[in-house]
Every structure is written in C-alpha cells, then in structure tokens.
C-alpha cells in the first residue's frame, strides 16, 4: 500500500515539483540567519530604494534595508502562518466532522447548519472584522484564518465518516465493547486521514494566500516583522519607482502556494488514482 | 414553484438567525466595551457622560437583551450610528456605497461566464489537446497567483508604464465637464483594470469545474444515443451535453458570492473605488464597530440571498429539483 503509493507519486512530475518546491521553503526557513546576506531590519538611509545590484540582488525598500534578506525570513513567517492556521483548521474540522459523521441525528444536523451558517460569511469580511477588534498580530492572524477555515474539512471528514462507520471492522471493534471514543479516534480516525492530509496541504497554500493578502492591506504581520505581504505594500506606495518591490515577494507567493497545491493534488492522485 | 420557494425560505430562516448570532459574538470579542474606545482617549468625557453613553448601546443590560434589542432594530434596517465623525447613520452609508460594488461584482461574473465557459467545454471536447494542457497550466498559475499582486503588475505596466489605463478612482477630475459619451468612456476605462482582476481568481476554478462537468456528461448514455442516431457532433455536443453540463453552474455561481464579496475589499482598497468593501477597510482601520458590524451582516445577508436566487434558478432550469 505504502510502496504503491511511494511508486505512484515519484511517477508524477507535477507532485515531485511540488515537493522540492516545500522542502527548499524549508530548507530556507530553517536557515534563514545563515544564508541572508544581510540582517533584515538594517536600515541604510545612504541606499534607500536602490535597484537590483552585485550588492543588493533583490534591491533595496525605502528604509534601505535588503529585500532579499527580508525575503528569507519573510518565507518563515509564511511557512508558520500556513502551518498553524491550517493546524487549528484541521484540528477543529477533524473533530466537528468527526462527531457529525459517527452521531448523525442531532449532533450531526447542529454542526451541518453551523457550517451553513460560517459560509454565508464572506472569509475575508469576518477574519477582518476580528482583526480590527483584537489588535493585528502575527499570532491573532494565524487564529483567525485558522477559525474561518474549519469548514471545508469538516464535510470531508463527516462524508468519510459516514461511509467508514458502517463498515464491518468497525462492528467488529463495537462487539469487543470499544468505547465511541475509541471506535473514533483509533479505528475510524486513521483511515480518513488520506483526504485530511490532502485538505491540509491545500489548506497551507490557502491560508498563506490570505496572510499575504491581509498583511498587503496592512491589517496583518506588522512591520518591521518582514512578510512578502508587508513588503508588496511598499511595492504599492512606491509603484511608479521601484517595480523589484512589486516583483519579487509576489513571485515567492506564487511558486510557494503553486508548490502546496501541486503536492497536495500529487499526494491525492497517487492515494487513490480512481479519483483523477 | 411557489410551494419550493416557500421551503427555501424557511430553510433560510435558521441560517438567518445563526448569522446574526455570529455578527453578535464578533461585536462581543472586544475586551472592555465598544464605549471605552469612543472615549478612553477623550478626557472631556466625564464618568456620567460614559455611562450615558452605555445606556444608549444598551451596555448595561444582560447579553440576551442587548441580542434581543439588536435584532429589533436590524429587522428595520437600524444599524446604529457610525463612530466616526459623521455620526451618520450606518445604513446610510453602507446603501450609497452599495450600487458600485454590486455592479463591478455583476460585471465580474459575466465576464467569469463569458471566458470560463467556453474554455472548459473547449478543454472537455478536445481532452488532452495542447489547448486543454495550455488551459490546465493557466488554471494551476490561476489558483495559485495571489490577485493582489497581478493588480499591482498590471497597474505599473498598464498604469505607469504605458499609462493607458487609470489606476485609481472610478473617475477623472474633470468627469463632470466630459460630454456624455467621453465621460461613459472614461468610467469603462476606470472600471476595465478591476473588473479584469476580480474577475481572473474565479476563472480557473469555473472553467475547471466546467471542463469536469462536460467530460462526466459527454460519457452518459443518452449522448451515445444521441450519437449513434446519426446527430452531427456539433448538435451532440452544444445541444445535448452543453445544456446539462450547465446546469450545476448555477449552484456554483451561488457559491461564489461570498468570495467576489470578500475579494471587493482588495480590489477596492487598490483601485481606490468607492464601494462597500473600501468603506468596509476604512472602518476597520478606524476602529468604526458598527459599520464594521454593519458590512459584516449585510456581506453574508447578500450571500444567502445570492444563494436563494441561484436554488430558484436552478428549480426552473431543471424541473427534477422542484419535485424532489
């Protein structure tokens, strides 16, 4: 099973590339202080909005501080923002999907209309209107798009759940006497997992597009604190000057979201190829 | 028909409720209370003051009688006052701010219909081609390709560069002393920029969806049947599969409305427009709670009414809906 799936997806480019992609991110993030050339938050008022040089290869912004540099330890903050907002996602998905699957009845029509509910939100409007009351912060930031992005999960897992439950081997572990908690977690959890991991890794691409998105607006990761939203945002105030503001941290968004959502599609195509 | 109608109405009513329970919650987040900003940083408000203050938002009562007193006045449209220093009615503002946003949200989605549809029957028809490979590239960059970043691109090529489009406003300076057709001009070109973008984060997911959609019809039955009665594959294809391949893209449209809403925040801010998601950024900046509050109710109330519209459509494009 293992084996097939290993051979699956090393057959598939798109998900080896997607693949290398997260694990150079990785690599970047765990060695931030080491490979930028510079310290982030270095102003240099003699180099301020200096184009792409030997010195500077990404330029400079407008306190003079070194854009690629910023770039490095922006790809951290990305990768923890994607990793717990989507942690608290999955976590509250797991177990609302979970419950609403195994209960049904009651349980499972009160879940089902609060997620009916939380969709009729427009994303974006409620993670703002949260923001704008509990202060942004890199921290409240990851727990509001965590709290807005359940919802997804939560029906995967329950229609998982659904089929799973009726399933002789969870009879079996019934007539043995295990506890629902038990039948849940240890028995049924496991083998839902498959399209977990796949929602999740979407769901990192997800919510490193809103986090770029929110601190663009200013509304999220506050400087000095690099971010490649925070840093697209003196793109926009200098757009008619320094155009390697505007170009470089957007490339870093696409081809790190390009990179998750690639691997996450090749991680469920070689799970299950019937469903390609 | 109306008998559907009804039941869709009374499914909606529940949702209705748990949204302004949500809004509620959210108002309630606030550590201290909505008064202490208005006048913590005051200090000619006096401790009387303050208190009336809490009387008038109805502080001092117990939660569910401010939910209770909250909802009554919703029901009307009263949506309290504005911090800031208008103090005009929040209704008020959110309703002049409300057309334009509407209008570059329905503008948006013909243009998704127009260029998405046709690109999926296209890619479906002829799976495998380069135009279905080409089409699959652009749809992976689409998903992935944050449109705030796009806009500033095409801003400084369009906008800097070339200087052919305006990048800021719905209007020039001098709209007002533009004849008719030049100011009609005018407006196109600062509406051309952002439509566009609003426009491009729900192509790929549409054409996507129909380009699956199509294939799954193309395999049924009734169009081999079709087939092996000798129809010409153009009939085959624009008249028998295309008519049911559409159908679910009602619910999609439906289902897209939170996210063109939401994403006129962006756009808006950008662009600089005039609409309900600038003045929705601009509250938020100021700390403006109860046009926040306001935009956030009216957000996902225009949603499940999107999402009404679309049920119907879908019950009157296709009978089976209604009986079931």
Redesign the interface.
Known sequence: MMTDFLERFFKNKMAVAGSIVVILLFAVSLLAPWIAPYDPSTIDLKHVLAPPSFGHPLGTDQLGRDVLSRMIWGARISLKVGFVATGIAMLIGTILGAASGYYGRWVDATIM??V???????????I???????EPSIWNIMIVIGLTGWMGITRLVRADFISLKERDFVSAARVIGASDFRIIFVHILPNAMASVLVATTLGI?GAI?TE??LS????GVQPPIPSWGNI?TA??DN??IA?WL??Y??LA??IT??GY??LGEGIRDSLDPRLR | MLQYIFKRLIFMLPLLIGITIICFTVMHLAPGSPTDLQTQMNPRVSAEAKERLRTMYELDKPLHQQYWSWVKKLAVLDLGKSFSSDHRPVADKILERLPITILLNILSMLLILLIAIPIGILSAVHQDSPFDKITSVFVFVGFAIPTFWLALLLMIFFGVNLSWLPISGIRSLNYEYLPAGAAFWDLIKHLILPVLLSAFGGLAGLSRYMRSNMLEVIRQDYIMTARAKGLSERVVIYKHALRNALLPVITILGLSIPGLIGGSVIFETIFAIPGMGQLFYMSVMARDYPVVMGILFIGAALTLLGNLIADVSYAVADPRIRVS
Do not use: E, H, Y
């Not at chain 1, 663009?216 to 509304?219: D, P, R, T, V």
């Open positions: 209309r609060f009916d509910i939380m969709l009729c939100f427009p994303t974006f409007f409620l703002l209107a949260v923001i704008a009351i509990l691409a597009l770029s998105a663009f607006l200013g509304i697209l793109g926009k757009i008619d155009w505007s170009l941290p957007g968004i696409l979201v390009l959502n690639l």
